[in-house]
């Protein structure tokens, strides 16, 4: 599983970044992509910190913030579709994969919690 979901979100942060380079080059496409940019790529490597975790507290912490960013991400993206400037299709599988991504992160971090 935690082998896996390296390599989902790492998959995830590379859609994100496709996307960012195919958005049209004005400001406000530029301004939200930036943020997409940002917040999609922090998914995986808040997850990977929380492989490298000194303590269950730390894990939760990260797995948590990987969370925060995927939900973030999902922002985003509404923002780029209900904005007009990219088409639903063109999102469906990004919108997919954080709505998966998000249900994972979230059942571990519950999980992590009833451990303590």
């Not at 979100?9 to 994100?16: C, D, M, Q, R, S």
């Not at 992509?33 to 997850?47: D, F, I, N, P, W």
């Not at 990219?86 to 954080?98: G, I, K, N, P, T």
Request: aromatic share 6%.
């Amino acid at each position: 599983m935690e082998n896996d979901l390296r390599l989902r979100t790492k998959a995830f942060a590379l859609a994100v970044i496709k996307l960012y380079v195919s958005l049209p080059k004005t400001t406000e496409a530029q301004v939200l992509g930036k943020q997409l940019l940002r917040s999609g790529t922090s998914v995986g490597a808040q997850y990977r910190e929380g492989t490298f975790a000194k303590s269950k507290a730390d894990f939760v912490s990260k797995i948590e913030g990987a969370l925060q960013e995927c939900e973030e991400t999902r922002y985003w993206l509404e923002l780029l579709e209900d904005s007009g400037i990219v088409s639903r299709e063109q999102l469906v599988d990004l919108h997919q994969e954080a709505k998966e991504l998000v249900a994972i992160l979230v059942t571990i971090a519950r999980k992590s919690k009833a451990n303590f």
